[in-house]
């Protein structure tokens, strides 16, 4: 305990009396001091027991011990001592009545206790109380180590806990609870997510407070990990703010932590090793293989329908960091991945970022609703740029083991109708059950119809004939010379001269049917009505 106006009184050695203020003896000491000014305010720091002996003070004028009294309460000083026998017999009334006014501890000091006995015990109280306070930090490190070896992060928050008189809770790199002690915080753990996400915006460590006197508790939050964007958060909650002994607890459990937090880092790269192991062989056609190098690692994810993701950031973003647009959506399926309770492999590749993810699951939901939040921000007007632009994602459709190498096609193609149609996210499905035609709005496609039709254009643009109108009426109607005659208004003998010239200008027949393929989509390309 932190040594107190009652501790000393109750001081056998010193006999001191209380001649004011016996309702706030409870007031912690920071320190003696020994002051004869008539003003030693501007040498206070707040928490001192003030002595004097009233060399230079008239302690019998009410008014002046009314302004000195006051002086000292309102600079923080926690108790007065006054000296009798030197200056003065007893302590004079008028000081008396003036610390009664003010609340201010007043004690008596017998001439035959000097000044330095009060500060030597003073002092002796404080280095008790540290020394207490170091030892009993000492055993809250051995116990919160021993939790975290025995029992991981659960057993180290419920040891927490404990030591604090609290709650504690562990988030992890997306801001969502993990784990709280005791259970009952994890409601009030969850209402700090806001907090916890702008705590993880600054560069680590990093902490802050949330709430107050006039909240249900006042809450630590503390960012862990080393990197330069915190992959984890650690909350405390306690009635008070912390002591010396408390905070040893909870340094120690933040060091205990980011420790595991690291080692999980470094067996999670590890593990992403394994997995574009796994994936290679997968796409390789051997899924044998694939589940034998795997093996409990991924659950039952390389036996359950499965989707692949392929997501990129633009080329020459230059190399991945905390805080890219594939870490932000690494995270979130990851995350979601471990709330559910998922398999989810993980693989980085540069630019990219492949996941294969349990069809319908969590992962696939998170990968789709993160990329819904960058499509929603980047159709912001007057945006800044950041992540929404920095990011396009194919998802395929569900496939097995056998068929992993056409998934992380689809993939592909699906990542790059993204691309095209500026889009951050495309499924495979929307791609297949769709029309061909919307992806002839490629450039390279309008600049390969241009070419092939140019000719004929040129040659309409002299007035000698319609000869694009008329490829395009014949090929409409496959080829029926009335119908398409028909359509243009001309005879048929007409329409066979202009096929013909169609012919001798491109310098192609139209009885090929690659032909008439390509024709027909350059028509569209330049012309889609």
Excluded at 26 to 51: F, I, K, N, Q, T
Aim: hydrophobic share 45%; aromatic share 4%; charged share 25%.
């Amino acid at each position: 305990m932190p040594v107190t106006l009652a501790s000393l009184v109750h001081h056998s050695a010193l006999k001191l009396t209380v001649r004011a203020g016996e309702d706030r003896l409870d007031v912690p000491v920071r320190w003696a001091h020994v002051s004869e000014l008539a003003d030693p305010v501007p040498y206070m720091e707040g928490g001192e027991l003030l002595l004097v002996t009233a060399l230079k003070l008239d302690a019998e004028d009410p008014e002046a011990m009314r302004r000195y009294v006051k002086r000292l309460a309102g600079a923080g000083v926690v108790g007065l001592g006054f000296a009798v026998g030197v200056n003065y017999e007893e302590i004079p009334r008028a000081l008396v009545d003036a610390a009664e006014a003010e609340g201010l501890p007043l004690l008596e000091v017998p001439r035959r206790t000097p000044f330095l006995a009060i500060s030597k015990a003073v002092s002796a109280a404080i280095a008790a109380d540290q020394y207490r306070a170091v030892t009993a930090g000492f055993a809250a490190q051995r116990e919160l180590t021993k939790q975290a070896l025995n029992a991981g992060p659960e057993g180290l928050l419920t040891a927490l806990a404990s030591q604090v008189d609290g709650w504690a809770a562990l988030y992890d790199a997306s801001g969502a609870v993990v784990a709280t002690a005791p259970e009952w915080a994890g409601r009030r753990a969850a209402r700090l997510t806001a907090d916890v996400e702008r705590l993880r915006e600054r560069p680590a460590p990093a902490s802050s407070v949330v709430g107050g006197p006039d909240h249900e508790d006042r809450v630590e939050l503390h960012s862990l990990g080393t990197g330069r964007r915190p992959r984890a958060a650690l909350a405390v909650g306690t009635a008070a703010t912390l002591g010396t002994a408390e905070r040893y607890a909870v340094h120690s459990a933040i060091a205990l932590l980011t420790l595991t937090t690291e080692r999980s880092r470094s067996l999670h790269e590890a593990e992403q090793r394994i997995g574009a192991a796994v994936l290679r062989m997968l796409l390789a056609g051997e899924p044998d293989h694939a589940r034998a190098v795997a093996g409990d690692l991924y659950g039952g994810l390389l036996d359950a329908p499965f989707r692949m993701i392929v997501a990129e950031s633009p080329a020459g973003a230059g190399p991945r960091a905390d805080g890219d647009a594939l870490s932000g959506i690494e995270e979130a399926v990851e995350s979601a991945a471990a709330r559910s309770g998922e398999a989810v492999l993980i693989v980085p590749e540069g630019e990219r970022l492949v996941v294969l993810a349990v069809d319908g699951g969590a992962a696939v939901a998170a990968c789709a609703t993160h990329a819904a939040a960058l499509e929603a921000a980047r159709a912001v007007p007057d945006r800044t740029g950041g992540e929404e632009e920095e990011l396009v994602v194919g998802l395929s459709a569900p496939a097995g083991p056998i068929a992993a190498a056409a998934a992380y096609k689809q993939a592909e193609q699906a990542l790059s109708v993204a691309r095209r149609r500026g889009r951050v996210f495309v499924e495979h499905e929307q791609v297949a059950a769709g029309s061909v035609l919307p992806l002839l709005a490629d450039d390279a496609v309008k600049a390969f119809a241009d070419g092939l039709l140019r000719a004929l254009h040129e040659h309409d643009a002299t007035g000698r004939g319609d000869l694009v109108a008329s490829l395009r009426a014949w090929l409409s109607r496959h080829g029926q010379w009335d119908a398409a005659a028909a359509d243009l208004g001309v005879h048929r003998h007409t329409l066979r001269y202009r096929m013909r010239r169609v012919e001798e200008i491109l310098g192609r027949s139209l009885d090929d049917p690659d032909v008439r393929m390509e024709l027909w989509l350059a028509l569209k390309a330049t012309s889609p009505e």
